[in-house]
């Protein structure tokens, strides 16, 4: 804190060109640095404004003749030292008091305030009236926030404060006999920014070095940053332009005034407490749960009293349409393309067409346009279950830009309007597009199965091949395998044909159907019992993490407390200091947010207990389902392990795969894969796997003596050839079918959060 401080009041001296008794720099240092800790830091909330700066300024009287007076100025940090007798604000007031003195203090005052340059105390400069029109000219600038308007100002022509500004600054130029004079004019233009038009038009012809007098009605017209202010005075002070502010009292001729590094960081107070209000206003507008903006997300429209959004059976058609479309496997791009053939009108448009909008006055080049990003944005609003949602974004009053805040600061007031999505398929969705699925790469349709398959040994996702040697044969590998090393981070593929996951997934859930259609009460009694005692266990671990966190977080805050008094009574170094420090923040850190997931994990608990119920209503859904589609597989499944083959390399062989469903975890029917082989069958599994036994050892000889090899080499471009004759042959088939889709024309990565073509 004493250090921001210190910060802050040394650069109300950054830019003071003033030479002289190094006392005045000390004294002015102690003063600003007393009152900025007083009204920024550590006095009275209330106080910790800019009127109350205006106020201790004003209240500074000195009497040379009572050395025992005290100002309003002197109580107030009385009171401030019986509250906090170690404030930092008051020991650089009692330093101040003590290194200037009564007498110092007063002409210390009567030098920061100086006099007024208003019209009637200023002279006509020597030899002004001689300057020709081919000499340096003034700049007259004149700057006006859009905040001030009126209710009834013309945005086409300039509002009557700055045709005041400009009769001011006009008339003050020609008592002074200032000649050349140009107008540089801000119209409904913050202070904050610095790339106002009219402002760099001036600082360009100040570059130039051709201007000779600036004039402005005071420094907030400069605008409302200063240390950016502070910047351009001495940018002025090198071009050797005079600065003037009429009604501030600052004439750069004069020497500098000690008080116009206070008017500066006032002037950005009062752009700090207009933000700071208006915030406010919005803030208790938004926590009450209406909605903090006068447009409508697609899909609603305004109520007549435009208090209340109203479900739009039209767009909230398409809506529904684009989930329910993810849902059965298409990706952003390919819901794009769909609807734009169609001939959609793109949100944007459509709303424009209904008077709502931002863009309602925008001609468009495509209303049918859509994009995958749009898409996107349409998929993550949780408006659409009904919830308001505020305070996504926050503006600073200095930039104007609008940044994302974390989602756990948003505010969010549940069922305010009718939903178009509900809950389960919004968490569908949302999971389906976590799991990035694959572009067909033009082979063929998207695969069913991609973002569900996981490999049992390492966890990493298995991607699918569409062929094998020329044929059109679907199959999933582990992904962890082919990273370079080969075999490093997962030793085998684990690979697993398409067709063998889904006819398991069908046959199981088949069997669970019929399960339960014959014996409903056991049926219900057995998935509520699986799904409790598979949450049982997983609680229970993340009840134990969350103790053992929520310790080690009480420790770190001793630890830190320790370090710190080690430090200052010169025990621990200040470098040691550091580093210990940096290390426990970050721990504790990392700890907080861990803490604050299981803790959702642990509450969520209580909520997922009726899930054996969600199952069970969505086995009746498909209870007599003919075909495996995308849908039921994104509804049904959460994962499923795949476990290496019992025999690598071998089409029949045994290969262990567990499937977990969504609600309840791994469940499996009773007597589900059971099957009685006959002593024949029994006799054909083992001639057939002494046969495998036997080809695999003369494999083993071939390859040792190198015959192997060399017959591999001979058939090697032959067998080649007739691969990419066979590849050729089925991407003809899939341009023929119309699911051929050429690499180049697939777009190359998501679109980013935030960034809208519609």
């Given at each position: ?120 105390n200023l002279k006509p400069k020597k030899g002004a009236q001689a300057m020709r029109k081919n000499e ?623």
């Amino acid at each position: 804190k004493p250090t921001a401080v210190m910060s802050q009041g040394g650069s109300f001296l950054l830019y003071d060109g003033k030479e002289g008794d190094e006392f005045w720099t000390k004294a002015e240092t102690l003063l600003y640095c007393a009152l900025v800790a007083y009204i920024v830091f550590e006095g009275p909330e209330e106080e910790r404004n800019m009127n109350t700066l205006v106020e201790m300024i004003n209240s500074m009287e000195v009497r040379e003749d009572d050395e025992s007076f005290k100002n309003a100025v002197d109580y107030m940090f009385d009171g401030l030292a019986k509250r906090k007798p170690q404030a930092f604000a008051v020991r650089q007031y009692a330093k101040y008091k003590l290194a200037s003195g009564v007498v110092c203090s007063k002409r210390l005052l009567n030098q920061s305030v100086g006099k007024s340059l208003r019209t009637h105390n200023l002279k006509p400069k020597k030899g002004a009236q001689a300057m020709r029109k081919n000499e340096k000219i003034t700049a007259l600038y004149e700057r006006l926030s859009r905040d001030d308007f009126g209710k009834d100002d013309d945005q086409q022509r300039e509002s009557n404060s700055i045709s005041n500004q400009k009769a001011m600054l006009e008339e003050f130029a020609a008592r002074q006999g200032f000649t050349n004079i140009v107008h540089f004019t801000d119209d409904g233009i913050s202070g904050t920014c610095f790339d106002r038009p009219g402002f760099l038009a001036m600082m360009k012809e100040v570059e130039a070095g051709n201007v000779e007098y600036l004039c402005i009605k005071d420094m907030s017209r400069m605008g409302r940053d200063y240390l950016k202010v502070g910047q351009i005075m001495e940018i002025l002070r090198q071009r050797g332009v005079r600065l003037i502010a009429i009604n501030d009292g600052v004439d750069s001729a004069r020497g500098d005034d000690d008080f116009t590094p206070f008017r500066n960081i006032m002037n950005e107070y009062y752009a700090r407490d207009t933000s700071r209000k208006i915030r406010s206003t919005f803030q208790s507008k938004g926590k009450s749960g209406k909605h903090l903006t006068g447009t409508v997300i697609y899909g609603y429209l305004w109520n007549e009293a435009r208090d209340q959004w109203l479900v739009d059976p039209e767009a909230a058609e398409v809506v529904k349409r684009i989930f329910s479309m993810t849902i059965d496997g298409y990706g952003p791009y390919q819901i794009a393309s769909k609807l734009k053939e169609e001939k959609v009108l793109i949100p944007s448009a459509y709303l424009a067409r209904h008077g709502e909008g931002v863009n309602k006055n925008k001609t468009f080049k495509d209303v049918y346009g859509w994009g995958s990003s749009t898409i996107c944005n349409i998929l993550e609003k949780r408006e659409y279950l009904g919830h308001t949602i505020n305070f996504k974004t926050r503006k600073h009053f200095k930039d104007k830009k609008s940044h994302y805040v974390p989602e756990d600061e948003w505010t969010i007031f549940e069922n305010t309007h009718d939903p178009i999505i509900d809950q389960q398929t919004f968490d569908l969705v949302q999971k389906i597009r976590g799991n990035v699925r694959r572009y067909p790469d033009g082979w063929g349709e998207a695969a069913p199965l991609t973002g569900l398959l996981y490999c049992a040994d390492c966890g990493g996702k298995m991607y699918v091949h569409r062929t094998n040697n020329g044929k059109r044969i679907s199959q999933y590998t582990c992904s962890q395998y082919t990273k370079v090393p080969c075999g490093t981070l997962c030793k085998t593929q684990h690979r697993i044909n398409e067709d063998v996951v889904l006819s398991l997934v069908s046959e199981m859930l088949k069997a669970i159907a019929e399960y339960a259609k014959h014996d409903r009460a056991e049926f219900v009694r057995v998935v509520q019992e699986a799904q409790s005692s598979q949450q049982t266990t997983e609680v229970r671990k993340q009840r134990t993490r969350l103790a053992t966190a929520k310790q080690r977080v009480s420790e770190l805050e001793v630890l830190l407390c320790k370090i710190y008094e080690d430090n200052i009574l010169g025990k621990l170094s200040d470098s040691r200091y550091a580093t210990l420090d940096a290390q426990y923040e970050k721990e504790q850190t990392e700890l907080t947010a861990e803490i604050s997931v299981l803790e959702k994990a642990v509450k969520s608990y209580e909520k997922h207990e009726k899930d054996a119920d969600r199952f069970i209503a969505l086995i009746d859904k498909y209870e007599n389902f003919d075909k495996l589609t995308i849908a039921m597989l994104n509804e049904f499944i959460e994962k499923i392990l795949v476990h290496e083959r019992d025999r690598k390399g071998s089409i029949q062989t045994t290969q262990e795969v567990e499937i977990y469903f969504n609600f309840v975890g791994r469940f499996v029917p009773p007597a589900f894969g059971e099957v009685e082989l006959t002593p024949e069958e029994l006799e054909e599994i083992r001639k057939r796997e002494e046969r495998k036994d036997r080809l695999h050892q003369n494999y083993l000889k071939r390859k040792a003596s190198g015959a192997q090899k060399r017959y591999e080499d001979k058939i090697k471009k032959r067998k080649k050839a007739e691969i990419e004759a066979k590849k050729a042959a089925i991407r003809a088939e899939d341009i023929a079918k119309g699911v051929f889709v050429p690499v180049s024309s697939l777009p190359q990565r998501e679109p980013m959060k935030g960034v809208q073509t519609a």
